[in-house]
């Protein structure tokens, strides 16, 4: 049985990667084999590195070392809903 693999496109998705200490953002992902192993592949978008440095860079993700990921609409959703999130954590 073959396994199906999501569909990203047009999205941006957060990433937990096993042992990394923050998440990674990128948009529009796509699958690709490099190796023998499945990476995911998408733009890293503004405000997804410390001072931007990566901004508009490829960036790949192995598929095998991702322990859970979100799926946001689009990156405005995605900063919307971060913005909410640190509003709330200074209530009690």
């Not at 941006?12 to 990674?24: F, H, K, N």
């Not at 796509?30 to 499945?38: K, V, W």
């Not at 405000?47 to 991702?66: C, K």
């Amino acid at each position: 049985m073959k396994k199906a693999l999501p569909d990203f496109s047009g999205k941006t998705v957060s990433l937990a990667i096993i042992g990394a200490e923050s998440a990674r953002i990128i948009v529009d992902p796509h699958f690709t084999s490099q190796g023998g192993r499945l990476f995911l592949i998408g733009k890293i978008p503004q405000g997804a590195s410390l001072d931007d440095w990566m901004e508009g860079l490829e960036g790949a993700v192995a598929w095998d070392r991702v322990e859970e990921y979100v799926i946001f609409e689009s990156f405005e959703d995605y900063i919307k809903r971060l913005k909410t999130w640190k509003k709330g954590k200074g209530r009690k």
